[in-house]
Nanobody, 119 residues
Framework: QVQLVESGGGLVQAGGSLRLSCAAS????????IGWYRQAPGKQRELVAD???????NYADSVKGRFTISRVNGLNTVYLQMNSLKPEDTAVYYC?????????????WGQGTQVTVSS
């Protein structure tokens, strides 16, 4: 089992910045990737950014150039630096992790943290 705890959400004006943190604990071995999804009211959950155990990063087109994902301690702590925030970035942000335990992949989710960007 992997536990994910997020922090860092809040209210910010458009153009401002926030940094989200996700701390993974428990059986963190064999985590292949960790990152962030978000879900706005009435919309589907979407990938924001993730980072693999090899350091490869992946971003949604809507956040490229504005958000940066980074890690420390392997994949046990992950940050999402969000700059130039827009009202359309308003959503609940969820940390997730994918773990490979042969022969299957397991997905884990945090409880979510609210990000609200005012215009």
């Amino acid at each position: 089992q992997v536990q994910l705890v997020e922090s860092g959400g809040g209210l910010v004006q458009a153009g401002g910045s926030l940094r989200l943190s996700c701390a993974a604990s428990g059986s963190t071995f064999s985590i292949n990737a960790i990152g962030w999804y978000r879900q706005a009211p009435g919309k589907q959950r979407e990938l924001v950014a993730d980072i693999s155990s090899g350091g490869s990063t992946n971003y949604a087109d809507s956040v490229k150039g504005r958000f940066t994902i980074s890690r420390v301690n392997g994949l046990n702590t992950v940050y999402l630096q969000m700059n130039s925030l827009k009202p359309e970035d308003t959503a609940v942000y969820y940390c997730y992790a994918k773990q490979y335990i042969a022969p299957i992949y397991l997905d884990y989710w945090g409880q979510g943290t609210q990000v609200t960007v005012s215009s």
